[in-house]
C-alpha cells in the first residue's frame, strides 16, 4: 500500500521556523512529485508547494514564497518543507500528497489514485 506520512507540526511563535517532513512507502518515489496542501477549518485546501520527481522544478504560492522551501531526498523517500519567518496566517494542518504532473498551480494526481498522507499541525502564534 501507499503511505505518505506527514511530520513535523507543532507550535511555534511568529518569526519562528519549523521542518515539515512527508515520508513515503510503497511506491516509486522518485517517480512522482510531491505537493504540500494547507487547510484551516472553514477553509478551503491551498496548495503551498510541490517539487518534481527529481528535485529540479518547484513550485510556491505568493503568500510563501522567500519563506518556504521545498526539498526531497530520494534516497530517504522522502520531501521537506523548511518555513521559515512563520506568520499567524500560516497556521493550518499541512499534508503532502502525490502528483503526476504540475504546471504552477496546476497539480494533476495520478489518474485513478489520489493519494494523500494524513496532516500534521502547524500554530503560529505568540
Known amino acids: 500500500d501507499v503511505q505518505l506520512q506527514a511530520s513535523g507540526g507543532g507550535p511555534v511563535q511568529p518569526g519562528g521556523s519549523l521542518r515539515l517532513s512527508c515520508a513515503a512507502s510503497g511506491l516509486a518515489f522518485d517517480d512522482y512529485a510531491i505537493g504540500w496542501y494547507r487547510q484551516t477549518p472553514g477553509k478551503e485546501r491551498e496548495g503551498v508547494s510541490c517539487?518534481?520527481?527529481?528535485?529540479?522544478?518547484?513550485y510556491y504560492t505568493d503568500s510563501v514564497k522567500g519563506r518556504f522551501t521545498i526539498s526531497r531526498d530520494n534516497a530517504k523517500n522522502t520531501v521537506y518543507l523548511q518555513m521559515n519567518s512563520l506568520k499567524p496566517e500560516d497556521t493550518a494542518v499541512y499534508y503532502c500528497?502525490?502528483?503526476?504532473?504540475?504546471?504552477?498551480?496546476?497539480?494533476?494526481?495520478?489518474?485513478?489514485?489520489?493519494?494523500w498522507g494524513q496532516g500534521t499541525l502547524v500554530t503560529v502564534s505568540s
Open positions: 500528497g502525490l502528483l503526476e504532473f504540475f504546471d504552477g498551480s496546476m497539480w494533476y494526481p495520478p489518474s485513478g489514485n489520489d493519494y
Open positions: 517539487i518534481s520527481s527529481g528535485g529540479g522544478r518547484t
